[in-house]
């Protein structure tokens, strides 16, 4: 099956898989840089910083107590966009776009769908050595680094992040297949999820069984107020902080 330049059957799988593309959805509103751009931090113009923007973003809507603490969050938001959108290509079409970070348009202040405009669509095989190419050295390493230096996040949890990003994205994929009768979607995208996590960058992540997904990191979300652990976090409950941190 051929990708359609809308990509109009990622739609009914939610915002996080449906990807507007310019000129089949409509242009995006006003300039906006692209994700290379943001990795980099050299915006084309004098707009904000946009991964700066999108971390105050999620800081400001979840009461984050600490900037490295919005940091993972928006880290694992963003990871999950971009991992839901290539596999669900791929198990939809057997294709994925060309999600190149120069073809991708970002506006750091909206929400899924409209976050992310692809420029151009060029069809790729929707294999797991493309998906590891386009997703985790195309965008997660240099997302990855550009947080690193700028929010101190240690490695182990960016790559946390990225594996639990694309469990979660595949684990959803196979809900929605198997709910409206696409077992075939679920039949590609459970050995493709497998096979991804077969990469060194991810396999040492967590334990993958079935579509359930045990991190070996922890993302921070447990010290948003009210945010408690993950459903697939490393720890069972909430860490209790230390005397130092408590008094300090």
């Known amino acids: 099956m051929d990708l359609e330049p809308g990509l109009a059957a990622l739609r009914p799988l939610g915002g996080f898989f449906a990807l ?6 409509a242009t995006p509103p006003g300039p906006l840089p692209t994700l290379a751009e943001s990795y980099a931090g050299t915006p084309s113009d004098a707009r904000r910083d946009a991964l700066a923007s999108r971390v105050e973003t999620v800081a400001r809507r979840l ?3 600490e900037p490295r ?16 959108a290539a596999l669900g290509c791929a198990a939809l079409y057997g294709r994925v776009p ?6 991708l348009r970002w506006d750091a202040g909206a929400a899924a769908p409209d976050d992310l405009w692809l420029t151009g669509l060029r069809p790729l095989p929707g294999d797991a050595a493309t998906l590891v190419d386009t997703v985790l050295h195309g965008h997660l390493e240099p ?6 230096a700028r ?4 490695t182990g949890l960016l790559r ?10 595949a684990r959803e994929l196979d809900r929605w297949a198997r709910a409206n009768g696409r077992t075939e979607v679920a039949d590609r995208a459970r050995p493709l999820t497998a096979a991804l996590f077969t990469h060194p960058l991810l396999s040492p992540t967590g334990t993958l069984t079935g579509t359930a997904f045990r991190r070996r990191s922890c993302c921070l979300y447990y010290r948003v107020p009210g945010g408690g652990v993950c459903g697939d976090c490393c720890f069972p409950r909430p860490p ?3 005397p130092r941190a408590a008094s300090g």
Do not use: E
């Open 69 to 84: 603490v919005a940091a993972s969050i928006a880290h694992q938001g963003l990871a999950a966009r971009l991992w839901s």
């Open 20 to 25: 507007r593309t310019t000129g089949a959805d």
């Open 63 to 65: 009461r984050a107590p």
């Open 98 to 103: 060309d999600l190149d970070p120069a073809l």
């Open 240 to 242: 209790r902080p230390s």
């Open 160 to 169: 946390g992040n990225a594996g639990s990003a694309l469990a979660g994205a």
């Open 151 to 154: 929010y101190g996040l240690a």
């Open 143 to 148: 997302l990855a680094a550009a947080l690193r």
